[in-house]
């Protein structure tokens, strides 16, 4: 695959270019201190990394930008199909598939890896061709991370600092203030080839001598490797661990909502009003933290307690997941569900707190 | 034949019934699918009988009590409509305090002694306490809210015309704040009753720059120790804390903390 090195003025004017023929998202700032993957828009500001940002200057951190990019391929709220009457005294499905060219730019390694995964969990059993024609038509370009996004990130110990794959094209800034720029993809390889740019030869060495800029330890690290954390979520039921967790739970939510490997959904029939006989079934983005998520017919609740949701929650991401799909840890270590709850909880303390108690002398007789 | 509905209102600025007034551009949709019998604000006709009462506002006095067990009796199926009717709104803060110091707080010591004095004044101030509805009859339906969303009303028409119910799920706003993408109000500095109030309103107020006060009141099963010690994290006093939770919900959180 080709590499090339763009100046940040030439790289910046190719995604603008872009953006006069595609939807080009782009990480821009909203509210006091968040970030929201919006529409790149002639005026809007566009900030590439640069090998010297400070950690206070990075221009765009994965756990203040509340909804994961992601979520462009699978919006919170989505139309599924219309329905109406047919001439034979049924009904006519008329589904709501998305093919519009999009593309995503900004998304940092562990979003990217939490993108791949979706891939693989929407492709998996029946496909969700809502999800599918979106990603077919969307190209995503990523960037690379030389410093944490923020005291919340994890992404080094949850194995996705380094991700790269999915991505049609990476961007690593340079010494002499280019952007490497790495077709990973033919239709990244498609996108770069009229840009203008000087082709390099070693993109590796010069992706590596770039990380070689990056803080040791990369953000949090857990107390036991990995495939401990993992082992001990997946080993642990019952564990005060559990409960010390959702003592300031309020059950809201949230933790499921930003998270970038989230994908339950709830889903609604609406009648038209003004078409008697027509309708829709849309769904909406749900979470097995709220109370009701496991309240089947009759009432009965498969997780009444915050403690047995939590649970499941952090099961899903460090065992279940894991171990339906290869590609290791569904928690991609982004760090938002716990810089997006109002009272930090962190599934990166829960985690470490698990691996701690297995490793504790009589945790066997538990 | 279209089912009726009437709509009625207690102690209420009426802005529930402007709201459902406010479906104008659809207006003519849902009189296909209805006949409104009863309905002060938009018409002068009364009915004796109905299949769906709409009751906005709270119970006051004895003489309301009595009217809303009359219409209660008169109807099928009775909602409350909006934040007076659900859980007594704003004017259930005086229940924390005895008629006469309400009394003499808000119109001053002249009227104060004028109920000491004058037959006829006092028992227009003399209610025990400010009521929801559910606490003199039963109700069938809350379209929670001050204002109700005019959206939820038209799902709870159509579906009860369809033989079905909406489904309210019980979560805080937060949820439908991270559904829209909106940015957490404890981010920008401000403090938010959103944790602890029930959703339905898609964070109206968040989205235009707002915080969440707790209009359509507290959630069951809210954790209101944990919401306390946040918004005391955040700077707020006790007592503004009690202010706060008192603005919409003060029937509920004296029940929740009785």
């Known amino acids: 695959m080709t590499s090339f090195l763009a100046n940040e003025q030439a790289l910046e004017d190719w995604l603008r270019r872009q953006a006069e023929r595609h939807e080009v998202y782009w990480p821009q700032r909203m509210g006091k201190a968040s970030y929201a993957f919006q529409r790149l828009r002639r005026r809007s500001p566009l900030r590439l990394d640069r090998l010297d940002d400070a950690p206070a200057s990075k221009p765009f951190r994965a756990s203040a930008c509340v909804v994961p990019p992601g979520r462009l391929l699978a919006p919170m709220q989505e139309l599924l199909y219309r329905f109406e009457p047919d001439d034979d005294g049924g009904y006519r499905f008329i589904p709501c598939l998305d093919p519009t060219e999009r593309l995503i730019a900004g998304i940092r390694p562990c979003d990217l890896k939490a993108i791949h995964l979706m891939d693989a969990v929407n492709a998996e059993g029946v496909p969700d061709a809502h999800y599918l024609t979106r990603r077919a038509h969307t190209t995503l370009i990523a960037s690379n991370c030389l410093q944490p996004c923020d005291a919340h990130c994890f992404c080094e110990a949850a194995g996705s600092l380094d991700w790269r794959e999915g991505a049609d094209v990476f961007l690593t800034p340079q010494a002499d203030g280019q952007q490497l720029v790495e077709c990973l993809t033919p239709r990244g390889e498609a996108l770069c080839a009229d840009a203008g740019f000087s082709p390099c030869d070693a993109p590796e060495e010069r992706r590596q001598s770039a990380e070689a800029h990056r803080p040791q330890p990369f953000g949090r690290q857990f107390d036991a490797p990995l495939v401990k954390v993992m082992a001990a979520v997946d080993e642990t039921w019952d564990s005060p661990v559990w409960d010390k967790h959702v003592e300031r739970c309020f059950s809201c939510g949230t933790c499921n909502l930003v998270c970038p490997t989230c994908y339950c959904f709830d889903m609604r029939d609406d009648l038209d009003i003004e078409h008697p006989g027509c309708g829709s079934r849309s769904r909406c983005a749900d979470g097995c933290m709220l109370p009701e998520f496991a309240e089947v017919a009759g009432g009965h609740n498969f997780r009444a307690t915050p403690a047995a949701r939590q649970r499941h929650r952090v099961k899903r991401k460090l065992a279940y997941l894991p171990t339906q799909f290869a590609d290791g840890s569904f928690c991609v270590g982004c760090g938002r569900c716990g810089h997006q709850c109002t009272v930090d909880i962190d599934i990166f303390d829960i985690a470490n707190d698990l691996a701690a108690a297995s490793e504790a002398p009589h945790a066997a007789d538990d | ?258």
């Open chain 2, 1 to 258: 034949m279209k089912p009726k509905i009437a709509f009625f209102d207690m102690a209420s600025c009426e802005g529930c019934q402007l709201a459902i007034l406010d479906c104008e551009d659809i207006f003519l949709h849902i009189l296909d699918l209805v006949e409104i019998v009863e309905f002060r604000e938009a018409l002068s006709e009364t009915a004796p009988r109905f299949d769906i009462a709409f009751v906005e506002g709270s119970i006051h006095r004895e003489m309301d009590a009595e009217r809303l067990r009359s219409i209660r009796a008169r109807c099928d199926w009775l909602v409350s409509l909006g934040a007076c009717a659900y859980n007594g709104n704003v004017q259930a803060r005086s229940n924390a305090l005895a008629p006469g110091e309400n009394m003499l707080r808000v119109y001053g010591p002249e009227a104060y002694h004028r109920t000491q004095t004058d037959p006829h004044y006092w028992p227009l101030w003399a209610h025990s306490r400010v009521r929801p509805l559910s606490q003199v009859v039963a109700v069938d339906y809350h379209l929670r809210g001050c204002p109700v969303d005019r959206e939820e009303f038209l799902q709870l028409l159509k579906r009860r015309i369809a033989g079905a119910l909406p489904r309210v799920a019980a979560q805080a706003v937060c949820v439908e704040c991270k559904r829209a993408g909106n940015e957490c109000v404890f981010e920008h500095g401000d403090t938010c009753l959103g944790p602890v109030t029930w959703a339905g309103c898609n964070a109206v107020c968040i989205g235009g720059g707002y915080r969440c006060d707790g209009c359509r009141g507290l959630l069951p099963g809210a954790n209101l120790a944990a919401h306390r010690e946040l918004l005391r994290e955040h700077g707020l006093s006790e007592a503004e804390i009690d202010n706060r939770y008192r603005l919409f919900c003060a029937e509920e959180v004296a029940e929740a903390t009785a």
